[in-house]
C-alpha cells in the first residue's frame, strides 16, 4: 500500500476533523544546526574579514590627540567697573554658550592655520587617490559631457583653498566644556604629536589674544564716542539753563513755591468764611420767610419764632413782664383796681408791654438788615475767591512750566555728569584689559596615539563578520527550498524514507565506477545501498514487489546511479535484471559497456529480438541488464502498447526482481506510463540540490496516474555538513557488512519473503 501524496492526506486529515496546530514552536535546536552546518565556513569568513581588517589597521596613519585646558573667567579683574559699556554679563549661562561657540568659529580656525602655516603640513597635503584617477580618466574620455568649470582670480583661489584648509583643520579640532565649572577642554588630532599639541595651545593662545584686542578696541571706540556724546550733553545743558533763567526773569520769578503756598493758604480761607456767610445768610433768610408768613403786626405769633425768642432783649424783656404781671397780681389781692399802687403797677405793665411789642419790631428790622448785610457779604467773598482761583491757576501754569524747565536742567545735567564719568574712566583704564580666560593646562605632546585602536578593530571586525556569517547562513537555509535531511523527507513530503546514499567523492575529470559497489573504497557506499534494500524489502513484506521502477525529478539526480546499485544488491539476494527504459537519454548500457548496438528493451517490444539476445551478464554481479536498444522515435507510443504488458509478463516470468530504471517525470511521461504497470515506484531526490516543489509536483503526477510509491531515497548526500542527528537510521560511515553480517542479512531476508518463480 503506497503512502498518498501531502495534499491526499491533508484533505483526509481535514475530513476527519485532524487539524494542524496553529502555532509554530520555535526550536531552537533548528537554529544551532544551522550555525553548527555553516561553522567552518562562518569562522573562515570571520578570519579573513579579521585579516584584512588588520592590514587595513596596520596602513592606516596613527593619530595623536593633545588637549589644553582653558578656565573661562567670570569675573575678570577690571581697574574701575563699567561692565555697562560692554553690554555683557558674565554671570549668565548665555555667557560661556557664547565663549565656547567662539572658540570654535572660523576666525579662530583662520587666524591658526595662518599663524602655524599649516597649508604645508602633511596633515592637509592631499595625496592622489583611485577617485582622482577615475576623474582624470572621465575627463580624458572625449565623449563623456564636462562640467562647466568656473574661472577664479588668484585671489579668489586663494581664498577657496583657505576656507577648504579651515574646513579640513576644524574637522580635527574639538571644543568640549567641561560639564558644570568653567572649564573648556581643547583637543586637536593630529598625525604628528608635537603639532597636535602645538596647535591645542595656540588655539587658547589666539583666542585670548583675540578677545583682549576686541576689549581694548571696543574700549577705544567707547572712549571715542563719549568724548562726542559729552560735547553734545554739555551744549544740551547750558541750553536748557539758559531757558531756565530767561523763564524767570520773565514771569519775575524768585520763590514760586513760597508764593503758590500763600494764595493756596488765602484761597483755602476764603473758601472757609464764604460757606460760613452763606450758612447764615440762609438761616436769615428761613427767618425772614416766618416773619413774612405771620405779618410784622402779629407781635404774638412773631414772639413764637425760636430764633426772635431766644434774643437776650426779648428773655430780658419777658422776665421784666413776668415779674410786674406776679407784681400786679399780688397788689390785686390787697388793693383795688383804682388804688394808687393798682394804678401805677398796671402803669409799668402796659410800659413793659409796650417795650416788648417794640423791642420785637426792632428786632424783625434786624434781622432784615443783617440779612442784607449777609447777602452782601457772600457777593463780596465769591467776588474775592474768584479772583484768588485765577491769581492760583495762573501760579500754577507758572510753577508747571518752571518744573518742567528744572527737570529738563536735571536730567541733562544728571546725563552730562554720568557721560563725563564714564569718560574719565574709559580715558584712564583704556591701556588695562584683564584676559577673558586662562590656561589651567597646557597640551603636551602625546606619546601614544589615540587611534587607530587596531586590536579593538580587529576585534570587532571579527565579531562583526561572525555576526554576518551566522545572518548569511541563516538567509541562505531560509532561501535553500531543496531537501537536506531524512526529516525533510518525511516533514515537507509525508513520505516515507527508504534510505540515503552518501556523495561519493571523485577525483577531477573521473568518472563514477559501475561497480563501485563491489571496490574496497565503496564499502560504505555499498553498506548503505545494502539498507536501503533491506529497508525497501521489509516494507514490501505484504505486497506484491517483483515489479519496480526507480525514477527522479530532473536529471542528474542519481537515479541511475541508485537503479544500478539497487539491482546489485538485490541481485546478492534474488535473481534480478536491470532494464533501461529511459528510451530518451539511455546510460546503462553506456555504464556496463555494452555495445551500442546491442538490442534492448526497445526491440524486445518491438519483437525484432527474443529476450536472450536482448540480455546482457554482468560478470562481477552476476545480474542480468537489458540496455535501451535502438532509441525509438515515439517511446511514449512504444510503452504504452499491449505490447510492452507482454514483455513485461515475459521478464516477470524469468526473474524474482525486475527493476526499470526510468525517464525524470519533468522532462517525459515515460515514466507515468511505466509507473501504472509496476508493482512500486522507487522515487530518488538529490540532496541538496533539488527544490521541493518540483518533487511536490511530480509526485502529484505520480499520485494521479495511480502509481504505487514505494518510497524515497535521499541521493548524494554529504555527511560532511550533516549533524550527527541527521544521520538516517540505515547509514553508518564507520562499519560496513561483512560476510557474517551478509549471510545473516540472506537467512532474514529468505524467511521472510517467498521465493519468487525463477527462469
Not at 24 to 29: A, F, G, K, M, W
Not at 307 to 321: A, D, M, R, W, Y
Not at 544 to 557: F, I, K, N, R, Y
Amino acid at each position: 500500500m503506497s503512502t498518498p501524496f501531502p495534499s491526499a492526506l491533508n484533505s483526509s486529515a481535514e475530513q476527519s476533523g485532524n487539524k494542524p496546530n496553529a502555532e509554530e514552536v520555535i526550536d531552537l535546536r533548528q537554529y544551532i544546526k544551522v550555525i553548527n552546518k555553516y561553522k567552518w565556513r562562518i569562522v573562515l569568513l570571520a578570519f579573513t574579514v579579521a585579516a584584512l581588517a588588520a592590514v587595513v589597521a596596520l596602513n592606516i596613519t596613527p593619530q595623536y590627540r593633545a588637549t589644553a585646558t582653558l578656565l573661562i573667567e567670570a569675573d575678570q579683574a577690571k581697574a574701575v567697573s563699567f561692565e555697562e559699556i560692554y553690554g555683557l554679563d558674565s554671570n549668565r549661562k548665555e555667557y560661556y554658550l557664547t565663549q565656547f561657540e567662539i572658540l570654535k568659529s572660523r576666525n579662530i580656525a583662520q587666524a591658526v592655520v595662518q599663524k602655524l602655516n599649516l597649508k604645508n603640513h602633511q596633515d592637509f597635503l592631499s595625496e592622489p587617490s583611485f577617485v582622482d584617477d577615475i576623474k582624470a580618466l572621465k575627463d580624458s574620455i572625449p565623449f563623456i559631457p564636462k562640467k562647466e568649470v568656473v574661472q577664479l582670480s588668484a585671489d579668489e583661489q586663494a581664498a577657496f583653498e583657505l576656507q577648504e584648509l579651515v574646513n579640513a583643520f576644524s574637522e580635527r579640532l574639538t571644543i568640549s566644556p567641561v560639564r558644570k565649572t568653567q572649564l573648556v577642554n581643547i583637543t586637536y588630532e593630529s598625525s604628528d604629536p608635537k603639532m597636535a599639541a602645538l596647535v591645542a595651545n595656540t588655539v587658547g593662545e589666539v583666542y585670548i589674544e583675540q578677545n583682549m584686542n576686541a576689549k581694548m578696541g571696543l574700549t577705544q571706540k567707547a572712549a571715542g564716542w563719549l568724548t562726542t556724546r559729552l560735547s553734545d550733553l554739555r551744549v544740551r545743558l547750558d541750553a536748557s539753563e539758559g531757558k531756565l533763567q530767561a523763564y524767570r526773569e520773565r514771569e519775575n520769578l524768585v520763590d514760586v513755591e513760597g508764593v503758590l503756598g500763600l494764595v493756596s493758604q488765602e484761597l483755602e480761607q476764603t473758601s472757609g468764611q464764604l460757606v460760613v456767610t452763606r450758612n447764615e445768610m440762609n438761616k436769615l433768610q428761613s427767618i425772614v420767610r416766618v416773619i413774612d408768613e405771620y405779618g410784622r403786626d402779629d407781635i404774638d405769633r412773631l414772639e413764637s419764632i425760636t430764633e426772635i425768642t431766644s434774643h437776650p432783649v426779648i428773655q430780658n424783656v419777658k422776665q421784666t413782664l413776668i415779674a410786674v404781671e406776679q407784681k400786679v397780681s399780688e397788689l390785686g389781692q390787697e388793693y383795688g383796681p383804682k388804688h394808687p399802687m393798682m394804678i401805677a403797677a398796671n402803669a409799668e405793665l402796659a410800659t413793659v408791654k409796650q417795650n416788648l411789642t417794640e423791642q420785637v419790631k426792632r428786632l424783625v428790622t434786624g434781622v432784615e438788615k443783617e440779612l442784607n448785610s449777609s447777602k452782601r457779604n457772600v457777593t463780596a467773598l465769591e467776588a474775592e475767591l474768584v479772583r484768588i482761583r485765577a491769581q492760583y491757576q495762573q501760579l500754577t501754569a507758572k510753577e508747571f512750566e518752571y518744573r518742567k524747565l528744572s527737570r529738563e536742567v536735571d536730567t541733562n545735567r544728571k546725563i552730562y555728569d554720568t557721560f563725563f564719568s564714564r569718560s574719565k574712566e574709559t580715558e584712564v583704564t583704556s591701556d588695562f584689559n584683564a584676559a577673558v580666560a586662562r590656561f589651567t593646562d597646557r597640551a603636551f605632546t602625546p606619546n601614544i596615539p589615540a587611534k587607530p585602536n587596531k586590536p579593538l578593530i580587529v576585534m570587532l571586525a571579527f565579531v562583526a563578520a561572525i555576526g554576518l556569517g551566522i545572518v548569511m547562513a541563516f538567509l541562505v537555509e531560509a532561501l535553500n527550498d531543496t531537501f537536506k535531511s531524512a526529516m525533510d523527507i518525511e516533514n515537507k513530503l509525508s513520505m516515507r524514507m527508504l534510505g540515503l546514499l552518501p556523495l561519493v567523492s571523485l577525483a577531477k575529470n573521473s568518472l563514477f565506477d559501475v561497480h563501485h559497489f563491489y571496490q574496497e573504497q565503496g564499502r560504505s557506499f555499498a553498506e548503505s545501498v545494502r539498507t536501503l534494500r533491506t529497508s525497501f524489502v521489509l516494507t514490501q513484506l505484504d505486497k506484491q514487489a517483483q515489479v519496480l521502477a526507480v525514477t527522479s525529478s530532473v536529471p542528474g539526480e542519481g537515479k541511475s546511479t541508485v537503479a544500478t546499485n539497487l539491482a546489485f544488491a538485490l541481485g546478492q539476494l534474488d535473481k534480478t535484471i536491470l532494464v533501461d527504459a529511459d528510451m530518451r537519454k539511455p546510460s546503462i548500457g553506456k555504464r556496463f559497456g555494452i555495445e551500442p548496438y546491442h538490442p534492448g528493451l526497445s526491440n524486445f517490444i518491438a519483437g525484432t529480438a527474443t529476450l536472450e539476445e536482448c540480455i546482457y551478464h554482468d560478470e562481477t554481479s552476476g545480474i542480468s541488464v537489458m540496455p535501451c536498444g535502438f532509441l525509438p522515435p515515439n517511446p511514449l507510443e512504444l510503452l504504452a502498447s499491449a505490447r510492452f504488458n507482454q514483455v513485461l509478463e515475459q521478464l516477470k516470468a524469468n526473474f524474482d526482481r525486475v527493476l526499470f530504471d526510468t525517464a525524470p517525470l519533468q522532462a517525459v511521461s515515460d515514466s507515468l506510463v511505466i509507473a501504472r504497470q509496476v508493482d512500486t515506484v522507487i522515487y530518488v531526490v538529490k540532496s541538496d540540490d533539488t527544490r521541493i516543489g518540483v518533487v511536490k509536483a511530480c509526485l502529484g503526477r505520480l499520485v494521479a496516474s495511480n502509481a504505487r510509491i514505494g518510497g524515497v531515497v535521499l541521493n548524494q548526500v554529504d555527511t560532511k555538513k550533516m549533524d550527527k542527528h541527521d544521520y538516517y537510521h540505515g547509514y553508518y560511515s564507520e562499519y560496513s557488512y561483512g560476510d557474517v553480517q551478509e549471510a545473516s542479512s540472506k537467512e532474514i531476508t529468505s524467511s521472510n519473503v517467498k521465493p519468487l518463480k525463477s527462469a
